[in-house]
């Protein structure tokens, strides 16, 4: 077997170390404000390495455990707080359209998880920058921005080729369509020049630019294909299905396919390494690292 298993924690250590020493360097104090409103055991132990990680690398974070009928007026509270340069929820809040709405309380400028309409807008229509002269980058979700950093550290991503277009040729699948990890991530990769196929829980889409990558922004059209036609011919296989039985079949996957699964289960099967050249098994610390990314991103744009 000649499978390389590459963790999180190594990928997630340079991008670590830049903000470290940024902070240390520039003597800066910025501040992440996260709202802790359910008792999901997953927000729970989110909420604790993002507490972990910023201490390491000098953030500020603060927890503030509420309610949740009280949130929005404390997210309302943080947004108006100058103090405060970062705002994020563990969601699901109501786990329905509600958390949509929470997620657009957030002001644009505080936003480090990405996730209001501005942002996801500039996403999906491949806006890469917010002003005119292009000096203030989009703010990306973090899980999605954390795998396409996992992409580019496997060197899935073409250096040679112009940024952009660094995923022509490549066909990834993506299993997971969910609004927060999936249907960005499938976005995010077809707007740098990947064919991906989106498969969620219904069907499959695909996502592209086109041939010779002749669209500016990627398009999706709805399929009939199934995973037995797809996983055969894809160079990369990312998992998100948040169900402990669900597994991927090793017999499937093309010899050589790289293997990332981002859900709290394993959803490759125990020999994947017999088939697969890399496999990551998990991304948490790398999301993490984004986090803090966007939130010194958003400490320098606070003039906006
Ligand atoms: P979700 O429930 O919103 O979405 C699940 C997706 O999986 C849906 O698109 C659904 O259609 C699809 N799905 C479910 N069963 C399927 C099946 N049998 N075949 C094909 N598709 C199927 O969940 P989510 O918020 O996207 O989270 C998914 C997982 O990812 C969870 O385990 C979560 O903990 C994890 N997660 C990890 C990170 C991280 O940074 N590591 C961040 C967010 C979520």
């Known amino acids: 077997m000649s499978c390389k298993t590459i963790l999180a924690k190594e990928i997630s250590a340079s991008f670590r ?5 940024t902070i240390k360097s520039r003597g800066i104090k910025p501040k992440l404000v996260g709202f802790l409103a359910n008792e999901d055991p997953a927000a729970i132990k989110y909420a604790e390495s993002t507490s972990k990680t910023c201490e390491e690398t000098g953030v500020i974070f603060e927890l503030r455990k509420c309610n949740r009928e009280q949130l929005e007026d404390l997210i309302v509270e943080a947004n108006e707080d100058d103090s405060v340069h970062g705002i994020m929820v563990y969601y699901p809040v109501f786990g329905d359209r509600q958390d949509q709405y929470l997620q657009n309380v957030v002001s644009v400028s505080k936003d480090v998880e990405g996730l209001c309409h501005k942002y996801i807008y500039n996403m999906y229509h491949n806006n890469r920058f917010l002003d005119e002269k292009q000096t203030k980058k989009c703010i990306i979700p973090c899980t999605p921005l954390a795998i396409v950093k996992v992409l580019e550290y496997i060197g899935v991503y073409n250096p040679v080729l112009p940024y952009g277009d660094r995923l022509h040729g ?4 993506i299993i997971n369509r969910s609004e927060i990890v999936g249907r960005p ?3 995010l990769l077809a707007n740098d020049g990947g064919k991906v196929y989106s498969v969620d829980i219904n069907n499959i889409q695909e ?6 990558l002749r669209l500016r922004k990627h398009e999706v059209q709805d399929t009939n294909l199934k995973l037995e036609d797809i996983l055969p011919l894809s160079d990369v296989v990312i998992t998100g299905v948040p169900t402990p039985s669900y597994k991927v079949p090793t017999a499937l996957l093309r010899d050589g396919a790289v293997t990332i699964n981002f859900s709290a289960f394993k959803n490759f099967e125990d020999n994947v390494k017999e088939k697969a050249s890399i ?7 790398v999301t993490i ?7 010194l991103r958003l400490y320098d744009y606070r003039s906006f």
């Open 170 to 173: 490549r066909i990834i699948t």
């Open 279 to 285: 496999y990551v098994p998990a991304v948490g610390k």
């Open 289 to 295: 690292a984004m986090l803090e990314r966007n939130l």
């Open 185 to 187: 991530l499938a976005a």
């Open 17 to 21: 170390e830049e903000i470290k020493a």
């Open 207 to 212: 996502f592209h630019r086109g041939t010779g």
